[in-house]
């Protein structure tokens, strides 16, 4: 089956250090979307990525849609103690009815003061 | 954005007893809602696929006569743990699909004592 591979698996950085995460798949995907996922809570949607090449902005969060559609990375500018949390990739296959996601490992982001 | 709402947050249960988890799509209707299972520091394992109105699919190795699963409405989907055993103490959570995008319940931790 399809296999998501994320890394690094987990960070250290100094607030406003800027952060660099990616995700390399086994096969193509249609749709990539990243979330953070905080402690007893679900994930949350930070961006979606809809055409390879894509590059989408949302504040400090830049992510891209890798142009193979096998990869994509996600980049945090000038970290802040919030930022704190599990962030994870998900790829969405081109066809299926269901067309569920396949997570990523995560990425534990840890931003020292 | 679209919310999902999971209902309860924490439930702890006898071993043996049943227990039924609610997912609600508040602000959209959803056909299709997913239900993961998460170990701690693990990332997020699909264990079934929640059609309005038809059977739900499982992923290979989910006993669906344990995690029985119903979505009667658009917005509403439940899944029931039935005969709860300490190993299924997990954190549960689901998500509904609004158009290319999935969002995410604020999850639900069981634990069977």
């Known amino acids: 089956g399809q296999q998501l591979n994320q890394s690094p698996q987990s960070m250290f950085i100094q607030e406003g250090e800027d952060v660099s995460m990616n995700c390399t798949s086994s096969?193509?995907?249609?749709?990539w979307l990243w979330y953070k996922q905080d402690p007893g809570e679900g994930p949350v949607l930070l961006i979606a990525?809809?055409?390879?090449?894509e590059l989408t902005s949302n504040g400090r969060l830049t992510a891209q849609f890798g142009i193979t559609r096998k990869d994509s990375f996600l980049n945090i500018s000038a970290s802040i103690p919030s930022d704190v949390g599990i962030y994870f990739c998900?790829?969405?296959?081109?066809?299926?009815?269901?067309?569920?996601?396949?997570f990523g490992s995560g990425t534990q982001l840890t931003v020292l003061p | 954005g679209a919310v999902v709402s999971q209902h309860p947050s924490r439930v702890i249960c006898k071993s043996g007893t049943s227990v039924k988890i609610e997912c609600r799509s508040l602000?959209?209707?959803?056909?299709?809602m997913f239900w993961y299972r998460q170990f701690p520091k693990q990332s997020l394992m699909l264990m079934a696929t929640?059609?309005?109105?038809?059977?739900?699919?499982?992923e290979q190795g989910v006993e669906k006569d344990k995690f029985l699963i119903n979505h009667a409405s658009l917005t509403l989907s439940t899944l029931t743990v039935t005969s709860a055993h300490p190993e299924d103490s997990s954190f549960y959570i689901c998500?509904?699909?609004?158009?290319?995008?999935?969002?995410f319940g604020p999850g639900t931790r069981l634990t069977v004592t």
């Open positions: 602000d959209f209707q959803a056909t299709t």
């Open positions: 990525l809809y055409k390879a090449g």
């Open positions: 096969s193509i995907f249609n749709t």
């Open positions: 998900a790829g969405q296959p081109f066809s299926g009815s269901a067309r569920q996601l396949t």
């Open positions: 998500s509904a699909r609004a158009f290319s995008e999935q969002y």
């Open positions: 929640s059609n309005e109105g038809s059977k739900a699919t499982y």
